[in-house]
């Protein structure tokens, strides 16, 4: 495999007490709610499975697989659902779990498609968030990390689908860093 990241932009160690942080503020957050937390995969896979074991709650687990479809994605934020949930979540406590908010247009897309089924309520947690590159001013109530304006892999995410393995957060091309 060819070295196309440096060294780590959050390393594992950080990532483990982000992580067991937000667990304990969701938790607090979530008594006596009937919680369904929706992992948008692939990218979210590696951040759920940690952030699920965080929480100390009865919780119920759901995926929805998603694609984005760069041509019309520009103009309206359209994703593909691949993969939609199994569970009704009617009158339900949605937290929809991210990878990364880039643009916004994903969340916005999917808050949009997940209101129409009518939980009682709907919430965001992204593990990562780039704020220079937002489009559109959607409310996101937990974030792990705000990063700057570099593409990003490991720990879920991908480049070409590779790298998702990789146990830290790394930037794919070290040296356009530097170039900022
Ligand atoms: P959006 O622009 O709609 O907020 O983000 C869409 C998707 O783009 C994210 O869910 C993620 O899959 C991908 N994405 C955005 N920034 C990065 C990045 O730095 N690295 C990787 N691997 N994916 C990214």
Same mark, same amino acid.
């Given at each position: ?10 390393t594992?160690?950080a990532?483990?007490s ?6 304990k503020e ?6 006596s ?7 948008v ?7 759920y499975?940690?952030l699920?074991?965080?929480?100390r ?5 759901d995926?929805?697989? +998603?694609? $984005?479809?760069?041509?019309q994605?520009k103009?309206?934020?359209? +994703? ?5 949930l ?14 990364i908010?880039? $643009?916004g247009l ?8 997940? $209101?129409?089924?009518?939980?009682? $309520?709907?919430r965001?947690?992204?593990l ?17 990390f ?9 720990y879920g995410l991908d ?7 990789l146990p830290?957060?790394?930037v794919?091309d070290p ?6």
């Open positions: 495999m060819t070295q196309l990241f440096g060294k780590p932009l959050v594992q160690e990532m483990r982000r992580i067991k942080e937000l667990g969701i938790t607090h957050d979530y008594q709610q009937d919680l369904v937390m929706v992992g995969l692939k990218g979210a896979f590696a951040f499975a940690d699920v074991r965080a929480i709650l009865p919780v119920t687990v995926f929805m697989i +998603v694609k $984005s479809q760069p041509n994605r103009l309206s934020g359209k +994703v593909k659902v691949v993969t939609d199994t569970e009704e979540v009617k009158g339900r406590d949605i937290l929809l779990v991210e990878d908010v880039d $643009s994903t969340v916005q897309y999917l808050t949009k498609l997940l $209101s129409k089924r009518k939980p009682r $309520s709907l965001i947690c992204t990562l968030s780039k704020p220079a590159r937002r489009q559109i001013d959607v409310n996101v109530e937990y974030i792990g705000e990063i700057p304006n570099h593409y990003v892999v490991g480049y070409q689908q590779q790298y998702r393995n830290y957060l790394a794919l040296k356009g860093m530097d170039a900022e």
